[in-house]
């Protein structure tokens, strides 16, 4: 399409956009490499760490939280949005 006004229309309107959220481990937010992974992931996919939320279970929070918390901050200050979680019950 040529006609400037769908052009501007594109540029000017928001796009619905969804985001990816992925389950982190424990052993992930805590060894101390999860934030450069994100980082080289986010690079990989061309995607902007708005558009990442990460979550992460209450027991990582609970058995590691010293070494949770500067891993978190650090994927915070980027953009990324980190959700606390309850692993779901298994049934059967």
Not at 43 to 52: D, S
Not at 71 to 85: F, K, M, N
């Amino acid at each position: 399409m040529n006609d400037p006004r769908v052009t501007a229309i594109m540029v000017t309107m928001p796009l619905l956009l969804l985001t990816v959220a992925i389950n982190v481990s424990p052993i992930q937010v805590t060894q101390g490499d999860l934030f450069d992974d994100l980082e080289d992931q986010l690079v990989r996919w061309n995607l902007e760490a708005k558009f990442l939320d990460i979550e992460v279970t209450v027991s990582c929070l609970i058995n590691g939280l010293d070494e949770a918390v500067p891993t978190l901050q650090e994927v915070r200050d980027i953009g990324i949005v980190s959700h606390c979680c309850q692993p779901a019950a298994k049934v059967g």
